[in-house]
């Protein structure tokens, strides 16, 4: 047997030894696949993340509005206890990234018996995006605003920050406006704002 032929045999065993050997297969098959879990896994928590921080803006879009509702008046320091019921509902990182402005709207029809929605006071927790008294709103939901009657504008403002900045790039801003009509009273003076 010459040389050759018993190196091709040689060759030949090895593989049948290496292709009947199992020992590293789960190790390299766990190699290829824990980057694509890893990226499923943290990609599902940003996801889940951003769908919770969706809600909360809702809820508490609605919270703040409906509490202003509920009184019959109210000053600066009642809205920024109010405000920090918003912010309970938030983590305190959250707290920092939000801010919301309730405004109360009263429609009073003009010379020729339109209904003309004018700001009476609007109030911010951190004292930016408020509306301008007497300044016009013309955005309002059709049929919402009627002639003597006043509305509870609120709009949240938040912007949220991926943990992992991979999945989800930059900060995605949420808004959300949610109206109320007083409960107890026509209107809710804030006599301070």
Known sequence: MTIFKRHIKNIVK????FQKNSEGTAAIE????APLMLAAYFGTLE???????????????ETISDLVAQGKTTTK???????????????FKEDLEYNVVVTAIETQPDNSG????RVIWSESKKGTNKHAVNSI???LPPGLARNFETIIMTELYYEHTALFEYFIKGPKSFDRRFY??????ASIPCNDC
């Not at 090895?14 to 030894?17: G, K, P, S, V, W």
């Not at 766990?30 to 696949?33: E, G, M, N, V, Y």
């Not at 339109?114 to 929605?117: I, L, Q």
């Not at 109320?180 to 009273?185: C, E, I, V, W």
């Open 114 to 117: 339109t209904p003309v929605s």
């Open 137 to 139: 709103v013309n955005d």
């Open 30 to 33: 766990f190699a290829f696949i």
């Open 47 to 61: 996801v889940s993340r951003l769908y919770i921080a969706k809600n909360k803006v809702e809820t508490v879009t």
């Open 77 to 91: 320091q009642e809205l920024a206890d109010i405000f920090s019921i918003g912010s309970k509902a938030l983590s």
């Open 180 to 185: 109320s009509k007083p409960r107890y009273t």
């Open 14 to 17: 090895r593989l049948n030894t």
